[in-house]
């Protein structure tokens, strides 16, 4: 990779052009590293819209697992677009320049046990203009558990979730993040329930600088048995709550 070069990834999947995709891949055990300033830079990208045919007129690529790998140094650590049936876990991601993780009109999306981190050791350059963060766009039926979450900078949300259906996102802690912790955007019969959602970063005013979690639009969600450090901020009758401890 390199700035001059037209957008590239150090692992790139591109079913684009093809009837017959690309499917059935495990990608483990890696440490896929550099470089952030390349344009529009991804450790993994899987493109996964195969050409249509007459009998599947949209095809979502996937049987794709992908754990174990560590992750850093780009613009973008995991870009999905269009794929189905990935399964995620174990994989340490930092330095995503514009995001740790941006999965994009896909489905039947697993992650368990993922660390998105941003450690003071890396202190050196230009690692402070990393934003981190975790995009999910257009998505439609994903469990998502055990994301670890913390100081996601100068990004609508740590984690967000955009024009998405039937999400289930569980025991997940998502810590110290500018504006928002969780932002749920335009999603529908949704779940989230069991996280730990904070801001104890110290501010002048003595107010947590971020929201624990946000709802704008959408419908049949259902928000229970977190524990947040300030009170959901709601689209009114479109959430349930019960069994929230805000402190």
């Known amino acids: 990779m390199s700035p001059e070069t037209e957008a590239t990834s150090n692992v790139l999947i591109d079913c684009r052009g093809s009837q017959a995709g690309t499917a059935e891949v495990a990608i483990t ?3 896929i590293q550099h470089n952030n300033p390349s344009p529009d830079s ?11 045919s007459p009998r599947l007129p949209r095809i979502r690529e996937g049987n794709v697992t992908i754990t174990g790998n560590v992750l850093s140094d780009v613009q973008v650590n995991l870009h999905l677009r269009e794929c189905r049936g990935v399964a995620i876990s174990g994989n340490t991601f930092w330095q995503g320049y514009r995001h740790n ?10 992650m368990a046990g993922n660390n998105f981190d941003r450690n003071p050791r890396y202190d050196y350059g230009n690692t402070a203009d990393a934003n981190n963060g975790l995009v999910f ?10 994301l670890h979450v913390t100081n996601v ?8 979730f955009e024009n998405g259906r039937r999400i289930n996102l569980t025991d997940s802690t998502i810590l110290d993040c500018d ?4 932002l749920l955007k335009n999603v529908t019969h949704s779940r989230v329930s069991d996280c730990l959602i904070r801001d104890d970063r110290e501010s002048k005013d003595g107010v947590a ?8 639009g959408g419908t049949g969600l259902m ?3 977190n524990q947040l450090g300030s009170p959901i901020e709601d689209a009114g009758d479109s959430v349930y709550q019960g069994g929230n401890l805000v402190q």
């Open 153 to 160: 900078w100068r990004s609508p949300a740590g984690v967000l």
């Open 101 to 110: 993780l941006l999965i994009e009109s896909c489905s039947s999306i697993v």
């Open 42 to 52: 991804a450790n993994i990208r899987i493109i996964g819209n195969s050409d249509p």
């Open 179 to 182: 504006t928002v912790g969780l």
């Open 223 to 225: 928000l229970t048995d």
């Open 137 to 146: 766009r257009d998505c439609e039926d994903c469990t998502i558990s055990g």
């Open 209 to 216: 600088k971020s929201v624990a979690i946000r709802v704008e």
């Open 29 to 31: 055990g890696c440490t």
